[in-house]
């Protein structure tokens, strides 16, 4: 029987509790789940590759050990589907937390068909405490002093009002 390998790939800039929801209910789905972290140099992350990886295996460690899956975090920077294909993935799992979301990635889910059909993507829908976070709000409102702890793991919190402490 063939191993299924999920890869759920993102910035994580930071890891918020909507991509906590989606690991915890995505490592249901495979045999071994790749967190993929992305480098993507557009973006200018405000953590570093080293610390997105650590924020998000931070995390993962507490669903590995409710779960038979194996979840591991792996950094990329390359084609999404050039990277499934390195790790043998037989899916990408993507969340979706509005309309806006489906739009972007129904055309993304066309160009990587073209690219590999013999890879899957599968959408979760976020869970509706989660569906109005994003990475780019929670560290808006840290920076203007805000309760993020709803957004938020509480070390994720920690490391982003320590970050812009120093600013």
């Known amino acids: 029987m063939t191993k299924l390998v999920g890869l759920y790939p993102g910035t994580f800039d930071p890891v918020t509790l909507g991509h906590v929801d989606l690991m915890q ?28 990886v650590a924020m998000v ?4 460690a507490e ?9 591991r975090v792996v950094p990329f920077e390359t084609l999404l589907m050039k990277f499934a294909e390195e790790l043998n993935a037989n899916i990408i799992i993507r969340g979706l937390r509005a309309v806006s979301d489906f739009e972007y990635e129904f055309q993304m889910v066309g160009m990587n068909q073209v690219l590999n ?5 599968v959408f979760l829908m976020a869970d509706a405490r989660y ?13 203007l002093d805000g ?16 970050k812009f402490a120093k600013s």
């Open 25 to 52: 209910r995505a490592v249901k789905l495979v045999d071994e789940l790749v967190i993929g972290v992305a480098i993507n140099r557009d973006k200018s992350p405000l953590f570093s590759l080293e610390e997105r």
């Open 57 to 60: 295996e931070e995390e993962i």
């Open 63 to 71: 669903i590995a050990k409710t779960n038979s899956a194996t979840i």
């Open 117 to 121: 059909d013999d890879i899957e993507t």
């Open 131 to 143: 569906q109005s976070i994003a990475s780019r709000l929670v560290k808006e409102i840290c920076r």
């Open 147 to 162: 309760d993020i702890s709803s957004f938020v793991p509480s070390g994720v919190e920690k490391r982003l009002k320590a």
